[in-house]
């Protein structure tokens, strides 16, 4: 198949079109090189109706069929193995060609294409989804001028300052060498004693072990490039720049219980989440900001833009938001168009180049070389890889897995017919910018990157009281399960260079020696954009969050059906969790499918909860599993509403009398997130079950 020219009008899913082809149900089966298959469920052997026999080797489909079935896997990314992805699109409403020539970051008539894979970084292909870690964001824009790939995550700083680092880092994070565990987990001996060694990952670690890290949703997170990149104008001049992604839904996360039980009840919660998201027509946004600095400011500040360990504070260098991003529509095959996705942070484009950030400088070498080891040379011919620009190179060419055929004579250049030519700038070659450099050769970096630990320290202030709470829990956690005493004692005497009260706390959980006094002084600077609180929806919505109705023999329809079109209509998605799943009556009769029974479902796979008034109560009142599901969903602070005889109810499981509201007329009462309400079913408003009241719970 050739590769396509496809205009990016076309976009990307044209492009991938002509490597895609329905599951024909009528076609016959076929091995692969093409002849008709007439039994494909017994192996040929010699033998009789009484006596199986051997099987023959001679059996070229049956060896076809193991042969490939053998070879159906391939390694999995070294780190961010487990992942997702879906396709969107790019557009920009504001023009940023006062800093760069980019056309993607300068045309506003346009529609750019692109994929995004969301992924975590310690465990394997196979693990959970909601364990605490960061998370990958990785942007590949197909643009006019060729592929450019914003390799991010949803925290903004990383652990290490030098590339070099890289492998130990990871080797202590990912499952110990002697016996492959943890999954899923930093919570063990191996990471915490990188941490401590490293004083350099405070910053990071602390955004680990914030609410950051046990997002909600893929679509409620932030995303951000990370690394500081350049963009270059129309006259040549530099600015540096980071990438934000900021999440139209608002930043929100899953607290530690519900994250942990997750892990186990619905190992697939994020990815089920996007996907079914795009199903429903309701896509996710982030809006897309720039960071810029322009080069001669370089050196204008405490900390040296070209670490990747600290933030750019926007008080002193504003985001500006110019461009909006959307998932919209789910991929086909998730090995050809997910696994096989491959990203590059040197994967710029004309108007855009990289930074001295020594972080980046190592990467940009990581990315296409692990890609050959996973993938082969030919990965970037990939449909889900390939630009969907003209591309044309005569002399990169042949490796493994080569697919498209170029016809012609030369494959080296120059060459006699002046074939496949190299781009003059004006033309769109891609130049380099002339930065001016000198220096001595030698092992370094920067003075300002010796400093770690004011920005971890600004993070901690700007946190609120129950972001605070959480963070002490996770240390706690954390070091909990480290059983070498070297490693927890030292890590909470660290833990005093940021702050003594979370020191002491985690100390005494955990058992280490309590710290007196603080290694660092702490003034208690704050900065903006830090806590997640300050990303709420800009509208707020239920769109999208999950809602379980609790149900049995004998419910009430009217509150029922009332309320479950409320939700819909605001397009919440609702589930009917019932005692049986082959029908549950009504009070009047009517007979409802409920979408599950209620132990195949737990609480914490939905946002918020609602049972409907009714006879029912009376057995709701003798299950344990619904009364839990109350129980539960107090804990994690999750808004729960009632009506009429599931009131009382209600107010018993969780044990608050001021649920308790009059009953006679219309009332509708809420206290604690609870909302309860008497009369018809209309008389719950579906604003008072909105998000979001989670947070305290721990
Ligand atoms: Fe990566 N990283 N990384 N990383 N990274 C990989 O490339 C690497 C870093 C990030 O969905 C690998 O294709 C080095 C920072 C994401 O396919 C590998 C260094 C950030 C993904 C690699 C870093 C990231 C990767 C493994 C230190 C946030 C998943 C598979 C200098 C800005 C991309 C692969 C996907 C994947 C190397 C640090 C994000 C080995 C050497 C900082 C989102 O090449």
């Given at each position: 198949?050739?590769?396509?020219?496809?205009?990016?009008?076309?976009?990307?899913?044209?492009?991938?079109?002509?490597?895609?082809?329905?599951?024909?149900?009528?076609?016959?089966?076929?091995?692969?090189?093409?002849?008709?298959?007439?039994?494909?469920?017994?192996?040929?052997?010699?033998?009789?109706?009484?006596?199986?026999?051997?099987?023959?080797?001679?059996?070229?489909?049956?060896?076809?069929?193991?042969?490939?079935?053998?070879?159906?896997?391939?390694?999995?990314?070294?780190?961010?193995?487990?992942?997702?992805?879906?396709?969107?699109?790019?557009?920009?409403?504001?023009?940023?060609?006062?800093?760069?020539?980019?056309?993607?970051?300068?045309?506003?008539?346009?529609?750019?294409?692109?994929?995004?894979?969301?992924?975590?970084?310690?465990?394997?292909?196979?693990?959970?989804?909601?364990?605490?870690?960061?998370?990958?964001?990785?942007?590949?824009?197909?643009?006019?001028?060729?592929?450019?790939?914003?390799?991010?995550?949803?925290?903004?700083?990383?652990?290490?300052?030098?590339?070099?680092?890289?492998?130990?880092?990871?080797?202590?994070?990912?499952?110990?060498?002697?016996?492959?565990?943890?999954?899923?987990?930093?919570?063990?001996?191996?990471?915490?004693?990188?941490?401590?060694?490293?004083?350099?990952?405070?910053?990071?670690?602390?955004?680990?072990?914030?609410?950051?890290?046990?997002?909600?949703?893929?679509?409620?997170?932030?995303?951000?490039?990370?690394?500081?990149?350049?963009?270059?104008?129309?006259?040549?001049?530099?600015?540096?720049?980071?990438?934000?992604?900021?999440?139209?839904?608002?930043?929100?996360?899953?607290?530690?219980?519900?994250?942990?039980?997750?892990?186990?009840?619905?190992?697939?919660?994020?990815?089920?989440?996007?996907?079914?998201a795009i199903e429903a027509g309701q896509f996710p946004r982030w809006k897309f900001g720039l960071q810029v600095l322009p080069e001669e400011k370089k050196d204008d500040f405490d900390f040296d833009p070209l670490d990747a360990t600290k933030v750019w504070p926007e008080e002193l260098i504003?985001?500006?938001?110019?461009?909006?991003?959307?998932?919209?529509?789910?991929?086909?095959?998730?090995?050809?168009?997910?696994?096989?996705?491959?990203?590059?942070?040197?994967?710029?484009?004309?108007?855009?180049?990289?930074?001295?950030?020594?972080?980046?400088?190592?990467?940009?070498?990581?990315?296409?070389?692990?890609?050959?080891?996973?993938?082969?040379?030919?990965?970037?011919?990939?449909?889900?890889?390939?630009?969907v620009c003209p591309y044309m190179n005569l002399v990169n060419r042949d490796g493994a897995m080569k697919h498209r055929i170029t016809k012609g004579t030369v494959n080296y250049w120059p060459n006699r017919f002046e074939a496949n030519p190299p781009a003059k700038p004006e033309q769109g070659?891609?130049?380099?910018?002339?930065?001016?450099?000198?220096?001595?050769?030698?092992?370094?970096?920067?003075?300002?990157?010796?400093?770690?630990?004011?920005?971890?320290?600004?993070?901690?202030?700007?946190?609120?009281?129950?972001?605070?709470?959480?963070?002490?829990?996770?240390?706690?956690?954390?070091?909990?399960?480290?059983?070498?005493?070297?490693?927890?004692?030292?890590?909470?005497?660290?833990?005093?260079?940021?702050?003594?009260?979370?020191?002491?706390?985690?100390?005494?959980?955990?058992?280490?020696?309590?710290?007196?006094?603080?290694?660092?002084?702490?003034?208690?600077?704050?900065?903006?954009?830090?806590?997640?609180?300050?990303?709420?929806?800009?509208?707020?919505?239920?769109?999208?969050?999950?809602?379980?109705?609790?149900?049995?023999?004998?419910?009430?329809?009217?509150?029922?059906?009332?309320?479950?079109?409320?939700?819909?209509?605001?397009?919440?998605?609702?589930?009917?969790?019932?005692?049986?799943?082959?029908?549950?009556?009504?009070?009047?009769?009517?007979?409802?499918?409920?979408?599950?029974?209620?132990?195949?479902?737990?609480?914490?796979?939905?946002?918020?909860?609602?049972?409907?008034?009714?006879?029912?109560?009376?057995?709701?009142?003798?299950?344990?599993?619904?009364?839990?599901?109350?129980?539960?969903?107090?804990?994690?602070?999750?808004?729960?509403?009632?009506?009429?005889?599931?009131?009382?109810?209600?107010?018993?499981?969780?044990?608050?009398?001021?649920?308790?509201?009059?009953?006679?007329?219309?009332?509708?009462?809420?206290?604690?997130?609870?909302?309860?309400?008497?009369?018809?079913?209309?008389?719950?408003?579906?604003?008072?079950?909105?998000?979001?009241?989670?947070?305290?719970?721990?």
């Open positions: 198949m050739a590769p396509t020219n496809a205009s990016v009008e076309d976009g990307k899913f044209r492009d991938m079109e002509k490597d895609t082809i329905e599951l024909n149900g009528k076609q016959h089966m076929t091995t692969d090189y093409g002849i008709k298959i007439s039994d494909p469920d017994h192996w040929l052997r010699v033998g009789n109706n009484s006596n199986t026999g051997p099987s023959l080797l001679e059996d070229q489909i049956a060896r076809e069929k193991i042969m490939r079935f053998d070879h159906e896997r391939i390694p999995e990314r070294v780190v961010h193995a487990r992942g997702t992805g879906a396709f969107g699109t790019f557009k920009l409403f504001e023009s940023a060609s006062d800093v760069t020539t980019a056309g993607v970051l300068t045309d506003t008539s346009r529609t750019t294409p692109l994929f995004l894979r969301f992924s975590t970084v310690q465990g394997s292909k196979g693990s959970a989804d909601t364990v605490r870690d960061v998370r990958g964001f990785a942007v590949k824009m197909y643009t006019e001028e060729g592929n450019w790939d914003i390799v991010g995550n949803n925290i903004p700083v990383f652990f290490i300052q030098d590339a070099i680092k890289f492998p130990d880092i990871i080797h202590s994070v990912k499952p110990e060498p002697h016996n492959e565990v943890p999954q899923g987990q930093s919570a063990h001996n191996n990471f915490w004693d990188f941490v401590y060694m490293h004083s350099e990952t405070t910053h990071m670690n602390y955004w680990q072990m914030s609410d950051r890290a046990i997002p909600r949703s893929y679509r409620m997170m932030q995303g951000f490039g990370v690394n500081t990149y350049s963009l270059i104008n129309s006259e040549g001049k530099r600015h540096f720049v980071k990438f934000h992604f900021k999440p139209e839904l608002g930043v929100h996360s899953l607290v530690w219980d519900e994250a942990l039980k997750i892990c186990g009840q619905d190992p697939d919660f994020h990815r089920k989440d996007l996907i079914s504003p985001i500006r938001y110019i461009g909006e991003m959307e998932l919209n529509r789910n991929v086909d095959e998730f090995f050809p168009q997910t696994e096989q996705a491959a990203f590059c942070t040197s994967h710029i484009v004309p108007g855009i180049d990289f930074s001295d950030d020594p972080l980046l400088q190592g990467r940009n070498f990581s990315y296409f070389d692990t890609q050959i080891s996973r993938l082969g040379p030919n990965w970037e011919e990939l449909p889900v890889n390939r630009p070659g891609f130049t380099s910018y002339p930065e001016r450099t000198q220096g001595i050769k030698a092992r370094l970096l920067s003075d300002k990157f010796a400093e770690h630990y004011n920005q971890a320290q600004v993070f901690y202030n700007s946190l609120s009281q129950i972001e605070k709470m959480h963070m002490a829990k996770a240390f706690s956690f954390e070091l909990d399960h480290c059983d070498d005493p070297v490693v927890y004692k030292r890590m909470a005497e660290r833990i005093a260079t940021v702050s003594l009260e979370l020191a002491q706390t985690v100390a005494t959980n955990v058992g280490a020696d309590t710290p007196t006094k603080a290694l660092k002084a702490n003034k208690g600077e704050t900065a903006k954009g830090l806590s997640q609180l300050e990303y709420m929806p800009e509208k707020p919505t239920i769109a999208t969050r999950r809602i379980a109705i609790l149900i049995a023999d004998g419910f009430d329809y009217a509150s029922y059906n009332t309320m479950k079109e409320a939700l819909t209509a605001q397009n919440a998605f609702v589930f009917t969790i019932g005692a049986q799943r082959q029908g549950v009556k009504s009070e009047t009769g009517e007979k409802v499918v409920p979408d599950h029974f209620f132990s195949g479902m737990r609480s914490t796979l939905f946002d918020a909860v609602f049972v409907p008034g009714g006879k029912h109560i009376e057995s709701l009142a003798k299950n344990g599993v619904a009364k839990f599901w109350i129980t539960e969903s107090f804990a994690h602070l999750k808004p729960i509403a009632g009506i009429n005889e599931a009131v009382p109810f209600i107010g018993r499981q969780i044990g608050l009398d001021e649920v308790h509201v009059a009953a006679s007329g219309t009332t509708v009462t809420e206290s604690y997130g609870v909302v309860t309400g008497h009369g018809n079913g209309s008389a719950l408003k579906v604003s008072n079950v909105g998000p979001d009241s989670k947070g305290l719970a721990e």
